[in-house]
């Protein structure tokens, strides 16, 4: 019996509260990982013009809301998870009054203008890193809920689980896991273990999550996406770039080369997907 959508959010804060302790280690940030990181670091800071207000949907510890901070921004640090809440704030301590981090999820974003009174056009940017996104039940309420406090000509950056990783499917095949391997081909939440919890998620291509996001509202407009770890393994295979450094870099190449090619740009562990606010 599939369980409520609140039942589905309450798991997954809770299995994002039993690894805050030792996410800042290789589970949550290992050196392929932050390959990935550095790439979005990239194209946010490209688009960003001076000192700007961020969200940062899902932070996690906060390691991405302290990166900007440090840049001179401003950041709302959201997430589901009281812990790793608890652990994003300690890192706001460290930048005074440069992040303010907020128990709020990404399901309930209209509270960010009702109760924490951000007004229209406080945002400039929002980003989500390593697929918060694929735990949330509705992705146009999300969306709505942050076009109204986003400038018009503001970005969205967000790093999404996709639905076509050929990597994870091999692994799991040779491991004769079969119903693991398939998982990600499954069109609705589906449960997938973590540190014995379950996190409900959804995968998706960039077009089946633009279609959610930008529903009928329009709001939102895609401008580019791109894949990440299509060649490269996904993270948690990262001894193959130990064991085979040669191939390691050549497969380096071969996603930098192709993130953005037509078939593959949709294809990978993750891609990213870069919108502006109409």
Not at 23 to 40: A, F, H, K, S, T
Request: net charge neutral; hydrophobic share 40%; with cysteine.
């Amino acid at each position: 019996m599939t369980l409520s959508i609140s039942d589905q959010l309450a798991e997954t804060a809770a299995a994002f509260d039993s690894v805050a302790p030792t996410y800042d280690g290789p589970q949550g940030n290992n050196p392929l990982i932050q390959r990935m990181r550095d790439i979005v670091w990239q194209r946010i800071e490209g688009l960003l013009k001076g000192q700007s207000t961020l969200i940062d949907i899902g932070c996690g510890t906060g390691i991405d809301a302290q990166h900007f901070a440090q840049l001179g921004h401003h950041v709302f640090a959201t997430d589901w998870s009281p812990e790793m809440v608890e652990r994003a704030g300690a890192r706001a301590n460290c930048e005074p009054g440069q992040i303010t981090a907020l128990r709020v999820g990404a399901q309930e974003f209209d509270r960010l203008a009702s109760e924490f009174k951000l007004g229209p056009d406080t945002i400039d940017l929002s980003y989500s890193n390593f697929g918060p996104l694929n735990c949330v039940p509705d992705l146009g309420h999300t969306a709505a809920s942050l076009a109204a406090i986003t400038r018009p000509g503001g970005y969205a950056v967000f790093t999404v689980i996709g639905r076509y990783c050929p990597w994870e499917v091999a692994h799991y095949v040779r491991k004769r896991r079969f119903t693991r391997a398939k998982v990600r081909f499954e069109r609705e939440s589906t449960p997938v273990g973590m540190n014995g919890h379950t996190i409900w998620t959804r995968y998706f291509t960039p077009r089946e999550f633009a279609r959610e996001w930008i529903g009928d509202a329009d709001q939102w407009q895609v401008e580019y996406y791109e894949s990440l770890s299509l060649f490269v393994p996904p993270p948690y295979l990262d001894k193959v770039g130990e064991k085979f450094p040669k191939v390691f870099a050549r497969l380096v190449s071969l996603d930098f080369v192709t993130a953005r090619w037509p078939l593959f740009r949709g294809m990978g562990d993750h891609f990213m997907l870069v919108m502006r606010r109409r």
